[in-house]
């Protein structure tokens, strides 16, 4: 005859039911120690893999993120720790285990209503915008919203105008000079001297639409990048996209890096404020400080304190006006292509 459900559980301990068995290994707090891990520098990133260039040595060697990175992202630009082989040896794989805290991040978004933010460049201490004075013709919107996402990222910008044998430099110089940006001219064939002291001993992202001619800025800078270039299409006036993804290249000095882009035709400001963009012109700041509560500081506010800095002659009115222009990018929401 079978036992009965509770003669079968007779000899039991209670008390033993709803706790979980023992682990044979005990829990640690202890984690694995990557402080002497070999630093790398983050050159590309392809589907999950990761192509580095080893600090000493300077190896290119692949890699993948350890798992304990989780959802912590690594993107172009940044200083990574490396375990595993990090010989660069053909079919060798090694782990980046740790990623060195950045300096800056150079983000945007999808759109003005998209709230997630996506990081582009890590590391980047100047902000390269390329843009053609023709064909295609200048956006003064792009150029205002780079500008914008450079300024919250405190990463210094630099306006690079191309094509200069086609349409003359002159409108765009004057409105943006006010503002102290660094601006360059090019056309074909023209001496570079003038940009590559601009970049000497600094990680330069290069930013702008399609077509500008910033993969062949980057090829007469960087003549081993060889970085395919494309056309303008006619009826469109839009370049074609050349470049797929962002990578680091360092200088022939060895001197400095710059960093290429894929060609843009919109950039989200969403993770952007005002006052954040303010920050980066110094006591400008300090002229807002008794502004009403939600001044966007644009030209319809009343009592803005940069109206008042004007009127009594410590704010240039031509510089009030690019400043007010680019903040107006902010509140601005994109349209497809920005103008």
């Not at 003359?168 to 004057?174: K, R, T």
Request: with cysteine; proline share 6%; net charge negative.
């Amino acid at each position: 005859m079978s036992r009965n459900l509770a003669d079968s559980y007779a000899d039991v301990d209670p008390d033993s039911f709803g706790r979980p068995a023992r682990r044979t290994r005990p829990r640690t707090k202890d984690r694995p120690d990557y402080s002497d891990a070999q630093l790398g520098r983050v050159i590309t990133v392809d589907r999950g893999r990761f192509r580095c260039q080893m600090v000493v040595g300077g190896q290119m060697v692949s890699a993948t993120k350890a798992r304990h990175l989780g959802r912590k992202g690594v993107i172009v630009g940044d200083v990574v720790r490396m375990a595993g082989d990090t010989s660069g040896d053909e079919g060798t794989l090694a782990r980046i285990v740790e990623v060195i805290p950045r300096t800056t991040v150079l983000r945007r978004t999808a759109d003005d209503n998209d709230p997630s933010e996506r990081p582009l460049v890590a590391n980047a201490d100047q902000l390269m915008i390329v843009t053609a004075l023709a064909d295609p013709p200048p956006r003064t919107g792009m150029i205002d919203r780079i500008l914008v996402a450079a300024y919250d990222a405190s990463i210094a910008p630099i306006i690079c105008l191309t094509k200069a044998d086609l349409a003359s430099p002159d409108d765009i110089i004057a409105a943006y000079q006010p503002l102290d940006v660094p601006i360059v001219v090019t056309q074909p064939g023209s001496d570079l001297a003038e940009v590559d002291d601009l970049l000497a001993g600094h990680v330069t992202v290069l930013v702008g639409h399609s077509g500008v001619g910033k993969s062949t800025l980057i090829n007469r800078l960087v003549p081993d990048a060889q970085r395919s270039t494309g056309e303008v299409n006619e009826v469109t006036g839009r370049g074609r996209h050349t470049s797929s993804s962002a990578i680091a290249l360092r200088l022939p000095t060895g001197d400095g890096w710059v960093i290429d882009t894929p060609g843009v035709r919109s950039f989200g400001l969403s993770h952007v404020t005002a006052q954040s963009v303010l920050g980066a012109f110094g006591n400008l700041s300090d002229f807002t400080r008794d502004c009403p509560r939600g001044c966007r500081h644009t030209e319809d506010e009343p009592e803005c304190g940069l109206d008042e800095a004007q009127a009594r002659g410590d704010l240039d009115a031509h510089r009030l006006a690019s400043l007010r222009r680019i903040l107006g990018a902010v509140s601005e929401p994109t349209a497809g292509e920005s103008r």
